[in-house]
């Protein structure tokens, strides 16, 4: 039986303008939605057994009441499967902090790597 310990983070690169919406420029609020969206980030145990390791960046939409409204693959992390966990992360986090000043989009790298 293999065992693997592992170490994920997550962390978020910049906001970007999402259309018709204010910019999230505030770092405390970009902070706010990597420690939500780390809380359902999971490795999945097929990555694990094969090695894989990456960082995939997530475009994330957010309403103005802070849930997800769509997620967008920015660059994969090598792996269809870490990128497809980096899809599904925002869909099980469903509500985010209200992002200051409205509707905004944040990308957010998510990064899963073995010890």
Same mark, same amino acid.
Request: hydrophobic residues 50%.
């Given at each position: 039986m293999l065992s693997f310990k592992q170490t994920i983070a997550v962390g978020v690169l910049g *906001? @970007?303008?999402? =259309? $018709? $919406?204010? @910019? *999230?420029? &505030? =770092?405390?609020w970009q902070r706010a939605v #990597?420690?939500?969206?780390? #809380?359902?980030?999971?490795? =999945? &145990? &097929?990555a694990q057994m094969r090695g894989e390791e990456g960082t995939a960046k997530v475009r994330i939409? /957010? %309403? *103005?009441?802070?849930?997800?409204?769509?997620?967008?693959? /920015?660059? %994969?992390s090598g792996s269809a499967t870490l990128d497809k966990e980096a899809m599904a992360m925002p869909a099980r986090a469903g509500q985010l902090p209200v992002p200051p000043g %409205? #509707? $905004?989009?944040?990308?957010? =790298?998510v990064t899963w790597k073995l010890l």
């Amino acid at each position: 039986m293999l065992s693997f310990k592992q170490t994920i983070a997550v962390g978020v690169l910049g *906001a @970007m303008l999402a =259309p $018709a $919406a204010a @910019m *999230a420029d &505030t =770092p405390d609020w970009q902070r706010a939605v #990597a420690r939500a969206l780390a #809380a359902k980030q999971t490795y =999945p &145990t &097929t990555a694990q057994m094969r090695g894989e390791e990456g960082t995939a960046k997530v475009r994330i939409f /957010v %309403g *103005a009441d802070g849930k997800v409204q769509k997620a967008e693959l /920015v660059s %994969g992390s090598g792996s269809a499967t870490l990128d497809k966990e980096a899809m599904a992360m925002p869909a099980r986090a469903g509500q985010l902090p209200v992002p200051p000043g %409205g #509707a $905004a989009a944040v990308i957010v =790298p998510v990064t899963w790597k073995l010890l």
